[in-house]
């Protein structure tokens, strides 16, 4: 049982990807695209920033602030669709 591709992306010895042959052109394009970014230091950066301030963190509450002085107190919002 192989987990994980090879360095031509194969699976074993029949390997390749299994996707449709409409999807073939697309799936390259992605990887070329992939392997440009993917050296880019400002890419990496911007990458790293969306991991940290996304991707399995806790949602910060948000200060509505016009809210509160409409309503006479403290109101936050935690933002769930991020």
């Known amino acids: 049982m192989y987990n994980v591709p090879d360095e031509k992306g194969h699976f074993g010895e029949f390997g390749g990807r299994?996707?449709?042959?409409?999807l073939m052109k697309n799936l390259e394009n992605l990887?070329?695209?992939y392997k440009k970014v993917i050296e880019d230091e400002s890419f990496?950066?911007?990458l790293k920033y969306y991991y940290r301030e996304y991707?399995?963190?806790p949602n910060p509450l948000y200060y509505a602030e016009r809210l509160s002085?409409?309503?006479g107190f403290k109101v936050y919002l935690k933002r769930e669709d991020l």
Do not use: D, H
Not at 18 to 22: A, L, P, R
């Open 18 to 22: 299994y996707v449709s042959e409409t």
């Open 31 to 33: 990887e070329k695209e």
């Open 69 to 71: 002085k409409y309503l």
């Open 44 to 46: 990496i950066e911007e």
């Open 55 to 57: 991707i399995g963190r």
